[in-house]
């Protein structure tokens, strides 16, 4: 049983974008893809950056990616970090993502300035 947070609510096909990642259902597993892309990752460019987590039962992992945002080419810029969790278990627990490791983690973490 695959049990989707409540994003998923206003989804009824079987992936979900957030930010620069796209998470896929399977059979008996869940695909989460990360990609560069500037509008939601911003500045540095990472365009090389690229990574595939497959999770299956009683797995959790998570993507993590930083941005440099302008508010126009000459204004002040903006700053976001983006952590993504994804699990795939038959109960959550509302603590699950605090109290235990990741089984993957992937960082596409910019040196910003």
Same mark, same amino acid.
Not at 11 to 20: H, T
């Given at each position: 049983m695959l049990a989707w947070t409540p994003l998923q609510r206003n989804? !009824?096909?079987?992936?979900?974008?957030? !930010?620069?990642v796209t998470i896929e259902r399977t059979e008996g597993a869940v695909s989460v893809n990360f990609r560069y892309k500037a509008h939601c990752a911003g500045a540095p460019n990472r365009s090389w950056t690229r990574k595939t987590l497959v999770i299956t039962g009683r797995q959790w992992g998570q993507i993590v990616y930083n941005g440099r945002f302008p508010y126009s080419w000459q204004a002040d810029w903006w700053y976001e970090k983006m952590v993504i969790n994804v699990g795939l278990f038959e109960r959550l627990t509302p603590d699950l993502f605090i109290h235990t490791e990741p089984t993957y983690r992937f960082s596409a973490m910019g040196e910003l300035f």
């Open positions: 989804f !009824g096909s079987e992936s979900l974008v957030v !930010g620069c």
